[in-house]
């Protein structure tokens, strides 16, 4: 109670104090009496007391402040500098908290008695420079000038001018300069002059501060008193609690008399150890004969100066030390790049160790087979090998070699015994044997005409030695002629031709040859320049080897298509094709009739020369055109298809052909051969021949358009391009209609329009802007729920980082820290209210099980959940960019934190700092490393920049492992960001109100997954197919129900790790166990094919799974589109495999699908790649008794469309499926093309085949490449007012 009534009573004495003891005596004149509280009168501070009026209170401060005693004595103050003076200095001891004459009680009793004595300055328009030029600076400054501020200060709040303030205040109004101030006129008339000129003469432009300082002259003047009185007034009178206000309750009528009783000299007495004698009654006011008189009034004179102003540097020292800080920060995604960078080399170095363990024995049988040929292979060891380094060119590095000497050649192998490069030793040649004579006598050169130079170095001088002699021995028994020199070797590196110079002589070559060929101008052939022309004759006088033709072809030197041509060019047999040589041979390629190209592969394979081709050499020929395709085919299907394509032209009794049956053989084909080439690498197909095909359609416009109603559509122009395109037709994947026997295995009995037909697109022609708007409603229509939850979820993120960055800048409580950093910290609380919403809610597109779960509710309708994963890369992406500038944004708070005096930094963070007086901050490192936020800060930099780069699209690829493990650092970034926020350094922490939602949720999913991962399941059936695909039956769990084209998580224990990788289920819903096919593509799915190869025991069981799933993609969706479109790339067609058996199943079972018809477009290097999906294909085909799907396949391993080999294979396909109504190379009904698949002709002609289909579903999954090409076609179709084609897709 006793403090309660102190704390009520002392501020009470305090106001009545200043109100009617300082106040009267200031004005000179009393307050009015206190009427009662008025509650509609305005008690706040007007902006004219604040910045001018009681600024007037400056005029009134002297120099300095005289101490003394209860005596009387005016005892002499010790300055700083240890020097002595009358009295203290004002500018001197602003708060000096540890000033020398201020140690004790006493020493405060002795102030206060002494500016009772001393009397005040005269109220006037003179400032004393202690308050004028030495007022306590701002921040790093350590002086200023107090009145200059408030003059600023008012002009910053507005104040009215001089003249408009005495209107407002009904003051008379005053229109002379002299009128100001009559006295100050007369006495000081130059003060009036001099701030008149500065107003230039204009006393409208007076301010409000100088003209009332002009005013005073020992006494306010009118305008300040009216200010400060009608201030006091309304403080008094609009305050509910003031003391005299009776209704209030608070006081008393004796405790209202006892306040305004009371005098500051009662205060003083009470409170001090002051005698009452040494004060006198009215300490406001000394009169004569008051105690103790002051000895005179205090000027500078005696006392000591003012300290100069300076400039503190709170950062001098820190700069280096700053940049490096920020530099590191900066630098650590460099080092994750860097530490991503090694991991990844060592992953590809152990997977080529891995698989070359592998392949290592079947590759030295290899080496030994082609060393020493097949009849004495068993009897044979390793031969004997000399290891060199080869030197490629001054900018190539070199490479490890080794180098065997067989009979008439010379094989350089690399460290894996694979052929780098055979060098053919014939007769008459003249072989140059080079040795250098210093820097160790290690380096060799050898000189064989028309071959780029061979140069080894060896670590000693009799490792070469011991070549050289090997080398003298083969050269004399190939009957070669050869001399041999020493030189220098700096000369002997300058004198070599490598590789990369041979390259640039073919290059020119070439260029001359297809400009005689093709009539091109010499110019674009790439004519050297004229200072050149010995160059240009000597790359028109070269002659290419074997293996250079080969290469030129893109084929192997082996292979027998390129030795039939290379002897068949070759006239003068001296195993190189000379310029000439080349040119009869290609122009025959690329002008010649259909007649010279049938006569020059007769030619080609006549291998005896006797003029008539048999049996075996025609097998032997179209070995040699399948041999692109990795010899799919066995001999006996290669015999099949030479007895059906001799029985088809009526040659069953023949066993040899002449040239006119060869070429009457090939008689339906004249328009392939017409455009059959010889495809060199880097020469594009003639523009003529492509823009034929893409003109040609697949069938005939009159035969397409059989009804009234479809030939109205049919234009007479149309029909005629369709005649010139049957003149100039190109090679077709598709037979005529009354040439196809069966289809999809039924006989054909009515015409059915067939893929690839020529889209009629006159009635849709637009404009390109008509094309480019329903470009952009097709993208809004397949996108919208894309676009819509984007647009929700970034509209919180801005909403959230607005509202704080507007909170900080206009609404937080006046703490001044947005006064002290106004930029950083907006910055820095804005991106955190964001950051903090994303790194929570990107937990959710981890949720799989929930995401499985809710993309079969309505839920699916409005949010794109197969979009999980893309928009949990897009939300990391902004989170980290956020998270940058959340970073910039403290980089700018501690470094003005770092210039900040301790003072400051004590209002701002009064709970860390404390004002010692030192007024020296922290350094930056105890921000960023000796503060719970800073510290926590930086290591989440260094979490952030290890998960970024790790998983990042190439370095996922190069180690999943590293993936994996580096983002469970999660776990360690959410502790950290919980403890980052708690230390509640500016703002209460509110992490958690974003965090704890979505992490219950991810909990709860984790949980879900943690209970399967429990379970092992055994595998029942392991299968190593080719190309690297293991094939895993296992067990189904009990109640593990999915949906066709849905994925799981597997992980093996027996590799050693926990990791779990995704795979697509291609098992069918309705079968008793689940399968996968896993393509052996890094470490971890190579040592899984080792683990599952067929053990050697039979009663040896296969290593358990733990399974995780299943997940849902956009895949599923297939059967809600009446037409479906699957185009499946390499082990992209994992998925398809599972559709396709559940969709030939349900209709089997009469089940109802919406889906009407599916196309599966699979695209693959070589049909063995995958077999193990064409014996799927050909389980769907048996089953699919109502022709729901359509499979065509496209092998891409081969050259170019109008190439020789690819028309040949292209004739034998369609021979072989006309006879036997299946592919040559996949045994499947399935129609069979060579190439890429031409993805806009396909979607157009599925126009023609369902017109009455609006809305198609396409889906894809494959290399990037592929998919951008679906991509791209659905774009380009959905630009007509046609069928809209929506795209699915998945990358791997």
Request: glycine share 6%; charged share 20%; proline share 5%.
């Amino acid at each position: 109670m006793l403090f309660s009534l102190f704390a009520s009573v002392a501020p009470k004495t305090g106001t009545n104090i200043a109100l009617y003891e300082w106040l009267p005596s200031f004005l000179q004149k009393t307050p009015p009496e206190y009427t009662g509280y008025r509650p509609f009168l305005d008690p706040s501070i007007s902006p004219e007391f604040l910045a001018a009026s009681e600024q007037f209170l400056s005029t009134m401060v002297p120099p300095g402040v005289y101490m003394r005693n209860a005596s009387c004595h005016f005892q002499r103050v010790i300055n700083r500098n240890s020097s002595v003076s009358r009295a203290l200095r004002v500018c001197n001891s602003y708060w000096s908290r540890e000033h020398p004459n201020l140690q004790r009680a006493e020493d405060v009793d002795a102030l206060l008695l002494g500016m009772a004595s001393q009397i005040a300055e005269q109220e006037d328009h003179v400032v004393v420079e202690d308050v004028r030029d030495f007022w306590p600076g701002p921040l790093k400054y350590s002086r200023t000038d107090h009145v200059a501020s408030s003059l600023q200060r008012g002009r910053d709040l507005g104040l009215p001018s001089y003249t408009k303030a005495r209107e407002a205040l009904g003051l008379p109004p005053i229109t002379r300069w002299q009128d100001i101030n009559p006295a100050l006129s007369q006495s000081h008339g130059t003060v009036l002059e001099a701030t008149a000129a500065l107003y230039n003469q204009d006393l409208s432009l007076l301010e409000l501060l100088p003209g009332g300082l002009l005013e005073s002259h020992g006494n306010p003047g009118p305008l300040f008193s009216t200010i400060v009185l009608d201030q006091f007034v309304r403080l008094r009178d609009g305050d509910r609690y003031w003391f005299e206000n009776t209704r209030n309750g608070l006081f008393s009528e004796e405790e209202i008399a006892e306040i305004r009783n009371t005098s500051l000299w009662d205060v003083l007495v009470a409170v001090t150890n002051v005698d009452p004698s040494a004060l006198q009654p009215n300490v406001f006011f000394w009169h004569v004969g008051d105690p103790c008189p002051q000895p005179g009034q205090l000027s500078t004179e005696g006392l000591p100066a003012c300290v100069p102003p300076v400039k503190r540097d709170y950062f001098k020292g820190s700069g280096f030390g700053f940049g490096v800080t920020i530099g590191t920060l900066c630098c650590f995604p460099l080092v994750s790049l860097l530490v991503a960078w090694i991991v990844a080399r060592l992953r590809k170095r152990n997977f080529k160790k891995l698989q070359g363990q592998n392949c290592q024995s079947i590759k030295s049988e290899k080496f030994v087979e082609g060393v020493e040929g097949q009849a004495r292979r068993p009897q044979l060891t390793q031969p004997c090998l000399s290891p060199a380094l080869e030197w490629q060119g001054r900018k190539e590095p070199c490479r490890p070699v080794l180098v065997h000497l067989q009979p008439g050649q010379v094989r350089v192998l690399d460290c894996r015994l694979s052929v780098l490069r055979i060098i053919q030793l014939r007769p008459l040649q003249q072989v140059n044997l080079i040795l250098s004579n210093n820097r160790g006598h290690r380096t060799l050169l050898l000189k064989i005409p028309k071959e780029y130079d061979l140069v080894l170095l060896f670590n000693l001088e009799e490792e070469r030695q011991a070549l050289v002699e090997n080398l003298r021995v083969a050269l004399k028994e190939s009957g070669l002629s050869f001399q041999e020199w020493e030189m220098r070797e700096q000369e002997l590196l300058r004198a070599a031709v490598t590789r990369e110079q041979r390259s640039h002589l073919l290059e020119t070559f070439f260029r001359h040859l297809f400009s005689q060929v093709l009539d091109i101008d010499q110019a674009d052939a790439g004519t050297l320049p004229l200072d050149s022309s010995q160059k240009v004759q000597e790359a028109l006088t070269c002659e290419l080897s074997r293996v250079e033709f080969a290469e030129s072809l893109g084929l192997k030197p082996q292979d027998m298509f390129v030795e039939s041509m290379f002897s068949l060019a070759d006239k003068d047999g001296n195993g190189y094709l000379s310029f000439r040589e080349f040119l009869d041979i290609l122009v025959v390629f690329m002008k010649g009739s259909p007649e010279e190209k049938s006569r020059l592969m007769f030619r080609m394979y006549d291998f005896d020369e006797n003029g008539l081709i048999s049996k075996d050499e025609f097998i032997r020929m179209l070995r040699s055109f399948i041999e692109i395709s990795n010899n799919c085919l066995s001999k006996a299907q290669l015999a099949e298809v030479v007895e059906s394509m001799f029985r088809e032209s009526g040659f069953q009794d023949k066993e040899e052909l002449t040239w006119e049956d060869f070429h009457f053989m090939l008689r339906d084909h004249d328009s392939e051969l017409r455009f059959t080439q010889l495809c060199v690498k880097g020469v594009e197909v003639p523009e003529v021949i492509k823009d034929l095909c893409r003109r040609a359609s697949y069938i005939s416009q009159d035969k397409l358009c059989p009804s009234p109603r479809v030939s109205a559509r049919c234009s007479r122009s149309d029909v005629e391009v369709e005649r010139t395109t049957q003149r100039l037709q190109c090679p077709m994947d598709t037979d005529p209609p009354q040439e196809v026997r069966r289809r999809f295995g039924k006989k054909v009995t009515l015409f059915q329009p067939l893929l690839f037909t020529e889209a009629h697109r006159q009635k849709f022609q637009r404009s390109r802007r008509h094309q480019t708007v329903q470009q952009f409603k097709r993208f809004i229509e397949n996108y919208r729920r894309h676009i819509g939850c984007v647009a929700v979820f970034y509209t919180i993120a801005a909403g959230l980082f607005l509202e704080r960055a507007y909170y900080y800048a206009f609404a937080s409580p006046p703490s001044g820290i947005a006064q002290t950093t106004f930029v950083g910290i907006i910055l820095s609380r804005g991106t955190a209210a964001s950051v903090s919403f994303m790194f929570s809610y990107i937990l959710l597109t981890m949720c799989r099980n929930l995401i499985t779960f809710l993309r079969e509710t309505f839920l699916n309708r409005y949010v794109p959940f197969d979009a999980a994963v893309d928009f949990h890369r897009l939300i990391a992406s902004t989170a980290i960019v956020l998270t940058v500038l959340h970073s910039a944004g403290h980089v700018v708070n501690v470094y003005l934190f770092s210039i900040s005096p301790l003072s400051i930094l004590s209002c701002l963070f009064p709970g860390l700092f404390h004002d010692d007086g030192s007024e020296f901050p922290q350094k930056y490192y105890w921000w960023f490393f000796q503060t719970v936020p800073g510290l926590t800060g930086v290591i989440m930099l260094l979490v952030l920049a290890i998960m970024y780069v790790f998983a990042s699209h190439h370095f996922r690829r190069c180690s999943f492992r590293g993936f994996w493990l580096t983002h469970h650092l999660y776990i360690l970034l959410y502790i950290l960001l919980i403890i980052h926020g708690s230390f509640a350094l500016i703002q209460l922490p509110r992490f958690h109100i974003f965090f704890l939602v979505p992490a219950l949720i991810y909990g709860g999913d984790k949980l879900v997954s943690l209970s399967r991962k429990k379970v092992e399941i055994s595998v029942v059936k392991a299968e190593l197919l080719p190309s690297g695909v293991t094939h895993l039956q296992f067990q189904r769990p009990q109640g593990f129900e999915y949906k066709s084209g849905q994925w799981v998580r597997i992980a093996c224990l027996a590799l050693g790790t926990t990791e779990y990788h995704p795979f697509t289920l291609t098992s069918a819903p309705h079968e008793d166990t689940l399968s996968l096919h896993i393509r052996a593509a890094g470490p971890w799915t190579t040592r899984l094919r080792e683990i599952y190869s067929p053990p050697t025991n039979g009663c040896a069981r296969y290593p358990k799974l733990y399974l995780d799933g299943p997940f849902g993609e956009g895949h599923q969706e297939w059967h809600k589109f009446e037409v479906s479109v699957l185009v499946g790339g390499g082990i992209g067609v994992t998925p398809f495999a599972s559709i396709l058996k559940d969709l030939v199943f349900k209709s089997s079972v009469s089940y109802q699908v919406f889906c009407k018809k599916i196309y599966f477009i699979w695209v693959t290097r070589t049909q063995r790649q995958f077999e193990w999906l064409a014996d799927i294909i050909r389980e769907v085909e048996e089953n699919d008794h109502q022709d729901l799907v359509s499979v065509h396949i496209y092998i891409t391993q081969l050259a170019e469309k109008f190439d020789l080999r690819t028309t040949m294979l292209y004739i034998c396909e369609r021979h072989f499926q006309k006879v036997l109504n299946r592919s040559l190379f996949t045994g499947l009904r399935s129609v069979t093309h060579f190439g890429r698949p031409p993805f806009e002709p396909f979607f157009n002609s599925l126009q023609e085949v369902h017109p009455q289909v609006r809305k198609i579903g396409v889906f894809s999954c494959g290399p990037p490449g592929m998919t951008k090409n679906v991509e791209k076609a659905c774009q380009l179709i959905n630009r007509q007012d046609r069928t809209h084609f929506s795209h699915h897709y998945e990358n791997f």
